[in-house]
Antibody, heavy 124, light 110 residues
Framework: QVQLQESGPGLVKPSETLSLTCTVSGDSITSGGNYWTWIRQPAGKGLEWIGRIYSRGSTNYNYNPSLKSRVTISVDTSNNLFTLKLRSVTAADTAVYYC??????????????WGQGKRVIVSS | QSALTQPASVSGSPGQSITISCTGTTSDIGNDNYVSWYQQHPGKAPKVMIYDVASRPSGVSDRFSGSKFGSTASLTISGLQAEDEADYYCSSYTTSNTVVFGGGTKLTVL
């Protein structure tokens, strides 16, 4: 059974960098067909796709255009995890951050499972 | 990229059927069949109910079904039950190899 777990600081100061880790169990971070994704949800609001990474041999990234200048997603194959870094944060980045696996094959994209979410508050 | 358009709320009585629409463009929903639907209960992570427009994951009730016509996707829930009361989100791939979500629909079971 594949499980994902987010971890990292729950409080980040404005202008600093938000760093979160998603630890994957039950599947390899370098398995073919797997995209590893970050999504966020401000309190009381909808879901926002942040970006994803595919790492098998070469590494491919896709980022939300509205966040692309501040976001980096990377993988740590030794520890079977992937990370999110969001630079120059403001209060608008306060949200619950989710990580998820997306299984992709020709003609299909299955976006599951998701982690339980990590609440991050941006405040001084 | 603009969010997909969903109604803010829908409601129905137990046993009835409801449909939630999700409208996009030819750059997302209208471009391929990578549309997913999620159910989210308060304080919980979203759960995928439909993927690839109309496919249902193992363990999801067959009361949930999906469809698409042009740039509009739909989620239909038949035989409404109290436990179906939740927020529902659609998502779609875009032609830029990104993903866009809908704004969410709150389902109330009367």
């Amino acid at each position: 059974q594949v499980q994902l777990q987010e971890s990292g600081p729950g409080l980040v100061k404005p202008s600093e960098t938000l760093s979160l880790t998603c630890t994957v169990s039950g599947d390899s971070i370098t398995s073919g067909g797997n995209y590893w994704t970050w999504i966020r949800q401000p309190a009381g609001k909808g879901l926002e796709w942040i970006g994803r990474i595919y790492s098998r041999g070469s590494t491919n990234y896709n980022y939300n255009p509205s966040l692309k200048s501040r976001v980096t997603i990377s993988v740590d194959t030794s520890n079977n995890l992937f990370t999110l870094k969001l630079r120059s944060v403001t209060a608008a980045d306060t949200a619950v951050y989710y990580c998820a696996r997306e299984r992709v094959a020709p003609g299909t994209s299955y976006p599951a499972p998701w982690g339980q979410g990590k609440r991050v508050i941006v405040s001084s | 990229q603009s969010a997909l358009t969903q109604p803010a709320s829908v409601s129905g009585s137990p046993g009835q059927s409801i449909t939630i629409s999700c409208t996009g463009t030819t750059s997302d929903i209208g471009n391929d069949n990578y549309v997913s639907w999620y159910q989210q209960h308060p304080g919980k992570a979203p759960k995928v109910m439909i993927y690839d427009v109309a496919s249902r994951p193992s363990g999801v009730s067959d009361r949930f079904s999906g469809s698409k016509f042009g740039s509009t996707a739909s989620l239909t829930i038949s035989g409404l039950q109290a436990e179906d009361e939740a927020d529902y989100y659609c998502s779609s791939y875009t032609t830029s190899n990104t993903v866009v979500f809908g704004g969410g629909t709150k389902l109330t079971v009367l």
